[in-house]
Nanobody
Framework: QVQLVDTGGGLVQPGGSLRLSCAAS????????MGWYRQAPGKQRELVAV???????NYVDSVKGRFTISRDNAKNTVYLQMNSLKPEDTAVYYC??????????????WGQGTQVTVSS
């Protein structure tokens, strides 16, 4: 079993910054893609950013130039640096990881979510 714990959310004023972290633990052999999703009230969960094991990244258009995803493979941790935050970035942010367990089967796991609120 693979667990993800995501942290770093909070209340920030428009234009401010936050850094989210997500650490994976458990019987992990390898992690392929790690990503961040978000879900605002009354809306569907959407992919915000994803990073592969090789460091390739992709972002939803609305955050390009403002958010940066990175990962530390040695720590099985993914980060999301969020700058120039806007009220429309308000949502619960979830990390996601997919890979292979130590005993062979693949996994796809979610963090518990962390609230990000952008408001003055």
């Amino acid at each position: 079993q693979v667990q993800l714990v995501d942290t770093g959310g909070g209340l920030v004023q428009p234009g401010g910054s936050l850094r989210l972290s997500c650490a994976a633990s458990g019987s992990i052999f390898s992690i392929d893609a790690m990503g961040w999703y978000r879900q605002a009230p009354g809306k569907q969960r959407e992919l915000v950013a994803v990073i592969t094991s090789g460091g390739d990244t992709n972002y939803v258009d609305s955050v390009k130039g403002r958010f940066t995803i990175s990962r530390d493979n040695a720590k099985n941790t993914v980060y999301l640096q969020m700058n120039s935050l806007k009220p429309e970035d308000t949502a619960v942010y979830y990390c996601h990881a997919m890979g292979t367990t130590a005993w062979g089967p693949t996994f796809g796991s979610w963090g518990q979510g962390t609230q990000v609120t952008v408001s003055s």
